[in-house]
Nanobody
Framework: QVQLVESGGGLVQPGGSLRLSCAAS????????MHWYRQAPGKQRELVARITSGGSTGYADSVKGRFTIARDNAKNTVFLQMNNLKPEDTAVYYC??????????WGQGTQVTVSS
């Protein structure tokens, strides 16, 4: 059983920055592949960024060059640094943990609003 808690969301102006955090309860956090998803009103949930248990990263084309995902296994935490934010980045952002053997887990989400 993995508990995930997101934090760091809020209201920011276009061009601004936010850093999201996801804290996990799992003591063997390091074996999970971690992901950030987002869901805007009326739209499907989409994958924003991933970081594997081995540290490899990947990004959606819409955020590549602006967002950075990182993990601190000693603290059981994954981060999403978001720079040069745009209004179309407005969404609820969700943390996800996945392991092919141990399963798939989701946080409750944190709201990010980009507006003047």
């Amino acid at each position: 059983q993995v508990q995930l808690v997101e934090s760091g969301g809020g209201l920011v102006q276009p061009g601004g920055s936010l850093r999201l955090s996801c804290a996990a309860s799992e003591s063997i956090f390091s074996i999970y592949n971690m992901h950030w998803y987002r869901q805007a009103p009326g739209k499907q949930r989409e994958l924003v960024a991933r970081i594997t248990s081995g540290g490899s990263t990947g990004y959606a084309d819409s955020v590549k060059g602006r967002f950075t995902i990182a993990r601190d296994n000693a603290k059981n935490t994954v981060f999403l640094q978001m720079n040069n934010l745009k209004p179309e980045d407005t969404a609820v952002y969700y943390c996800n943990a996945n392991n092919v053997v141990r399963g798939d887990y989701w946080g409750q989400g944190t709201q990010v609003t980009v507006s003047s």
